[in-house]
């Protein structure tokens, strides 16, 4: 599912309440460092689109346009979220669009939170690193510390992206940013994935200690992937890998 404008919703987010995204990446398609086999705004192989991505000053245009509008609605929002059709720290002018969309949600939501969903691959950037620390929610994707199971689940674009990598990276922010790992199971190209494995969850805690995030996520699958050859991790499941990160001492959502 493609995000056709470069602030979209609100939406009702089972994490974040009322989220309005913004989306840094083009409207016509997607751009991301990684292509998720659970992707939900669809595969690289759909390409970039024709459109490019949005300048920082039609970001910023669109935003005041919508924050105002919501605003004279009276409607509530509860998070200004960076995310949709790929990767926001991609964009170029990431940290200026961050610096940007603070200033506007203090004028118009000054309670609402600006959060970042993030893979992580351009955190060892300074300037992105410097504009993850700014934001309240510093969202990093961790979905497997595995190398074998990144690769088959994150499909990074560069060869150079592996566990030790993203790991540093998060490691980086020392507890300031939210680990969000996706939990699922079935297979990639014929071959078997399970990041819910006890060899897996062993691996993620030795990550978690050395990161000390603030909090970890942890879900599955909630809409139609683009492969049905992926299955949802149960509730229970979710809450058995749940109950060993918070025995590590880790703070769980
Ligand atoms: S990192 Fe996010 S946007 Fe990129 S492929 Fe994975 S789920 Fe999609």
């Not at 192989?45 to 459109?51: C, E, F, I, L």
Request: charged fraction near 25%.
């Amino acid at each position: 599912m493609i995000f056709h404008e470069t602030v979209f919703g609100p939406i009702h987010s089972r994490r974040l309440g009322t989220s309005l995204g913004v989306n840094l990446m083009p409207n016509d398609g997607k751009v991301c460092s990684f292509d998720c086999v659970y992707c939900e705004a669809g595969l690289n192989s759909q390409g970039a689109g024709r459109d490019g991505i949005p300048s920082r000053h039609a970001v910023h245009r669109a935003l005041d346009a919508r924050l105002r509008q919501l605003q004279e609605a009276g409607e509530t929002l509860n998070s200004i979220t960076f995310s949709g059709n790929g990767e926001p720290t991609l964009h170029p002018d990431f940290k200026a669009i961050v610096e940007d969309v603070i200033r506007l949600r203090d004028r118009y939501y000054p309670t609402a939170a600006v959060t970042v969903l993030s893979n992580a691959t351009m955190a060892h950037k300074s300037d992105v690193a410097a504009a993850l620390r700014l934001v309240d929610n510093n969202v990093l994707k961790l979905d497997s510390a595995v190398a074998r199971t990144l690769r088959l689940v994150n499909r990074p674009v560069s060869h150079d992206i592996n566990p030790e990598a993203i790991i540093n990276n998060l490691k980086s922010f020392a507890g300031q940013c939210i680990v969000q790992t996706m939990l699922l199971r079935g297979s990639v190209d014929g071959e078997p994935i399970d990041n819910t494995t006890a060899e897996e969850v062993d691996a993620l805690l030795e990550a978690l200690a050395v990161i000390k995030p603030r909090l970890v996520q942890l879900y599955s699958i909630d809409r139609r992937p683009p492969l049905d050859t992926l299955q949802v991790v149960s509730r229970d499941d979710i809450e058995a890998i749940a109950a060993r990160v918070r025995a590590a001492g880790h703070a769980v959502q």
